[in-house]
């Protein structure tokens, strides 16, 4: 999977208003700041409204991504939502994400996950190089699936949406990439119930089987073992050392898996790009988010090279490198 001449054209990013801080949730739970703070790094994190679904997310960061680029929705060819957290079980986001811009394109969904936008950028960078314009988005309502009286789980995650346009551009680098999975242990994270094996009944699934569950400590130390491995790979195909990387985005799930990966892989902390304190665990959301905001924070310049990694359930696991050349509006927005 070596590098191809394909840009982010347009970059653009969605947080619902309602943020909910570590002392809202000491409220309820059994918690504190201190103790959410020292486990994940989590400060707060954003709550989508009752009224808001994934589409609804989605739908905002892909304008403005659109309005980055300089481009109309009729431009885009392929619209692609990554997520775990679709509007409805059928059909899939994209199209319904599709229609509201107007345009009648290809458009699907892809759930790798907490990997899903990597995955995604692989598959988009593809498209592009084939011709085609491809509208990324990455979008959660993760809050809709998890126990809210359950501490360990409830601290983590967020909503919010990030989108990319990709196209090809004569000068540009995406890739190579990483991709790899292992579903032989499938519940280390997951939601059990729901699906064609076990469908949803309301009285049988009236536990926690019809929310997210995971296994804290095997997901920290598969999500280290694997970032880390799967940047290695990216950065010996690419025949580069981690030295000649301006700046590492990682799936931005916890604080301290993050460190350790940056720690394994020599990466020096300013070159460690964190919002996990700020957004929480959004998944396939989190890594676009944290683009735009390493752009907004004048982290993120042209020429740069960046690595991207992440983990999720599956699971899941991916990484690429991306010389950032700047969207050609050049703004922002969150």
Same mark, same amino acid.
């Given at each position: 999977?070596? *590098?191809?001449?394909?840009?982010?054209?347009?970059?653009?990013?969605?947080?619902?208003?309602?943020?909910?801080?570590?002392?809202?949730?000491?409220?309820?739970?059994?918690?504190?700041?201190?103790?959410?703070?020292?486990? &994940?790094?989590?400060?707060?994190?954003?709550?989508?409204?009752?009224?808001?679904?994934?589409?609804?997310?989605?739908? &905002?960061?892909?304008?403005?991504?659109?309005?980055?680029?300089?481009?109309?929705?009729?431009?885009?060819?392929?619209?692609?939502?990554?997520?775990?957290?679709?509007?409805?079980?059928?059909?899939?986001?994209?199209?319904?994400?599709?229609?509201?811009?107007?345009?009648?394109?290809?458009?699907?969904?892809?759930?790798?996950?907490?990997?899903?936008?990597?995955?995604?950028?692989?598959?988009?960078?593809?498209?592009?190089?084939?011709?085609?314009?491809?509208?990324?988005?990455?979008?959660?309502?993760?809050?809709?699936?998890?126990?809210?009286?359950?501490?360990?789980?409830?601290?983590?995650?967020?909503?919010?949406?990030?989108?990319?346009?990709?196209?090809?551009?004569?000068?540009?680098?995406?890739?190579?990439?990483?991709?790899?999975?292992?579903? *032989?242990?499938?519940?280390?994270?997951?939601?059990?119930?729901?699906?064609?094996?076990?469908?949803?009944?309301?009285?049988?699934?009236?536990?926690?089987?019809?929310?997210?569950?995971?296994?804290?400590?095997?997901?920290?130390?598969?999500?280290?073992?694997?970032?880390?491995?799967? *940047?290695?790979?990216?950065?010996?195909?690419?025949?580069?050392?981690?030295?000649?990387?301006?700046?590492?985005?990682?799936?931005?799930?916890?604080?301290?898996?993050?460190?350790?990966?940056?720690?394994?892989?020599?990466?020096?902390?300013?070159?460690?790009?964190?919002?996990?304190?700020?957004?929480?665990?959004?998944?396939?959301?989190?890594?676009?988010?944290?683009?735009?905001?390493?752009?907004?924070?004048?982290?993120?310049?042209?020429?740069?090279?960046?690595?991207? &990694?992440?983990?999720?359930?599956?699971? &899941?696991?991916?990484?690429?490198?991306?010389?950032?050349?700047?969207?050609? *509006?050049?703004?922002?927005?969150?």
């Amino acid at each position: 999977m070596s *590098s191809v001449e394909v840009a982010i054209t347009g970059l653009g990013s969605y947080l619902p208003e309602r943020t909910v801080t570590n002392d809202d949730l000491a409220q309820r739970l059994d918690t504190s700041d201190e103790w959410i703070r020292t486990r &994940t790094g989590i400060r707060e994190r954003h709550y989508a409204a009752p009224e808001e679904a994934t589409s609804d997310l989605a739908l &905002t960061a892909a304008r403005r991504a659109l309005a980055d680029a300089g481009l109309e929705p009729t431009d885009v060819d392929v619209l692609i939502v990554a997520t775990t957290t679709p509007d409805h079980p059928i059909p899939a986001t994209a199209p319904i994400v599709a229609a509201r811009l107007g345009v009648e394109c290809a458009a699907f969904d892809l759930n790798a996950a907490c990997s899903g936008f990597v995955y995604g950028l692989k598959v988009g960078a593809d498209l592009a190089v084939a011709g085609a314009t491809v509208l990324l988005i990455g979008a959660e309502t993760l809050t809709r699936y998890v126990d809210h009286d359950d501490r360990s789980i409830a601290v983590l995650f967020g909503d919010g949406a990030g989108a990319v346009v990709l196209q090809a551009e004569q000068g540009a680098s995406l890739g190579p990439f990483d991709l790899g999975s292992d579903g *032989s242990e499938v519940e280390i994270l997951w939601m059990r119930a729901g699906g064609a094996r076990e469908p949803f009944d309301p009285v049988l699934h009236a536990d926690a089987s019809s929310r997210m569950n995971m296994r804290g400590g095997d997901v920290y130390r598969h999500a280290v073992v694997r970032m880390t491995e799967s *940047s290695r790979a990216v950065l010996d195909r690419a025949g580069i050392g981690v030295e000649d990387v301006d700046l590492v985005i990682g799936h931005q799930a916890n604080q301290r898996i993050l460190e350790a990966v940056g720690q394994r892989l020599g990466v020096s902390e300013e070159r460690l790009h964190l919002t996990v304190d700020r957004h929480g665990n959004t998944s396939a959301a989190s890594i676009p988010l944290a683009l735009d905001d390493a752009r907004r924070s004048g982290a993120l310049q042209a020429g740069a090279r960046l690595l991207l &990694t992440a983990f999720g359930g599956g699971l &899941t696991w991916g990484s690429c490198l991306l010389t950032w050349k700047g969207t050609r *509006s050049g703004g922002s927005s969150a």
